[in-house]
């Protein structure tokens, strides 16, 4: 018998139990999704897997301008567990807070085989001290010292979520937790902050002799370290310039020229953002999570309208730039620095019950593939091969009827997916001639998740096009309803096939895929 229902029984009563409320339930989210991300195809006919119409959520769903400032699709069936605590401390001006923040998978828990670490995970839970500075003590000039330990993931650098870096995911080979700190100041029109992480991950596989004499190959345990810092200033109201960055050792490299060398990531993020009745607002993923109403009215994604003919808006201008230090794949022996960046442009625009949203974003491939690290782990890419990065454009508009609590709304976008090409080279059999001759131009494809599609020989990347409807009821505060189609044209989506002489090779599926589906959610 599993023993993981057992052990989230337990851990289920520790929060329900005594002390605990419902409030303490800081972010339930309870989905209903029925649908099919595309009607003519049926399952193992393309990549993402398209079963026929059914009920749960599917990859397909996810368009490529959907989530940048979130983690998740939105979709989810999940439970943010806080158990929180904020009182005044024993000296003047001085808070304490901490948050137990245990983050509950329901759908992880519904699968056949389910998996503790993929069920019940800690969400950064936190130990914090708050220090006053301003003479009335309300904290308007404050020092904040946070402790992280267990996850420090909420603890990035970067400010639009995809293109944050330097979380959990940035250690491949990490063994337990990811615990750090981070002390800071906050001054009214500026802030600072600095801080670090410690993680243990597996070090490459060194050579040594057992008792009996015989070479083994072991690896260890060790620490390594990550050093995080930004700062921000308002010079006038509504106007905000952020700059952070970090050095980050990822572990050690894994390629046996370049066996323990240490890999590391080093960068800054800059952002310049300006809000006239709308903010800029850190996205809810990088918040500290607590049970206040501040917290609890960000996590709400119903939108806040003014019906006041007011014009409002908010722009914002960010990029990255970050020096990852791999094997070099071209020298023996050697690293080389691969350099990754990434930029976002944003405007958002309301007037009354109308928004609408423009949004570009470039992301290289080597930020895309920041985590892995590289295409090939631990590997810098060929020097010969040409790298394109993933540049997007997307607009967006809706608009809310107040009385019925209707809001239809409209989606597009144009994208063209980071790619690397290379020319293939050989030499004829038994020739005599030492120059090499083209075997064929190869590209490859690499989705913003990182999945790989490899294109026929000779072929090149093409721009894809989607476009979604949709109409959002809210039946409650708490509950809403989506109904939504979308059809997607991208020419890039390639399977494998068995030629009639029982050769592989790459062919383009339909580039036209179309989809429906009806979502309804509780979150509370």
Known sequence: MSRLPIVLCASFSIFVGGVATASDFVDTRITFTVGDDSFTKSAGEQVPDSPRLGIGDREGFQLFFDGLNQRTTGRENQLDLVLYKKMAGILPGLTAEASAAVLLNLEELAAQDPKLKNALKDDSSYIRLIYALDRARKGTKALDLVLFPLSGDRFRVGYLYALTWGGTDMFPRRSGPTPGFKLGGNFERWYWWAG??????????????????????????????????????????????????????????????????????????????????????????????RNDAEYRELLSRRPVYKADNSFNFSVSLEGNAIAQVLADQSRFGATARQWASGAAFD??????????????????????????????????????????????????????????????????????????????????????????????????????????????????????????????????????????????????????????????????????????????????
């Open 196 to 289: 670090m992480k410690m993680v243990r991950a597996e070090t490459a596989p060194a050579d040594s002799q057992d008792i009996s004499g015989q070479t083994i190959q072991t690896s260890n345990m060790e620490t390594f370290y990550s050093a995080l810092a930004g700062a921000g200033v308002t010079p006038i109201k509504g106007l905000s310039i952020d700059l952070n960055g970090a050095y980050v050792q990822m572990g050690q490299n894994f390629i046996k020229d370049v066996a323990g060398k240490l890999v590391t990531a080093t960068g800054l993020s800059g952002r310049v953002a300006y809000g006239h009745g709308l903010s800029v607002a850190l996205s809810a993923d990088l918040r500290l999570l």
């Open 347 to 524: 405007l958002r625009l309301q007037r009354n019950y109308l928004r609408l949203n423009a949004t570009v974003l470039m992301r290289s491939l080597e930020f895309i593939l920041l985590n892995t690290p590289s295409f090939v782990p631990f590997q810098s890419l060929p020097p010969e091969a040409n790298v394109k990065p993933e540049i997007f454009a997307a607009l967006s508009a809706d608009y809310h009827f107040p009385r019925i609590g209707l809001t239809p709304g409209i989606q597009a976008g144009l994208e063209l997916p980071a790619a690397f090409t290379t020319e293939l080279t050989g030499t004829v059999m038994g020739s005599t001639d030492p120059t090499p001759i083209s075997i064929g131009r190869h590209s490859i494809i690499i989705r913003a998740n990182g999945r790989p599609d490899i294109l026929p020989q000779d072929k090149d990347r093409a721009p894809l096009f989607s476009v979604r409807l949709s109409t959002q009821w809210w039946a409650a505060s708490f509950l809403n309803l989506v109904a939504f189609a979308f059809i997607t044209y991208d020419k890039n989506s390639t399977i494998l096939v068995v030629n009639p002489d029982l050769t592989r090779s790459r062919v383009f599926e339909a580039p036209t895929r179309f989809g429906a589906g009806l979502v309804a959610q509780a979150r509370f």
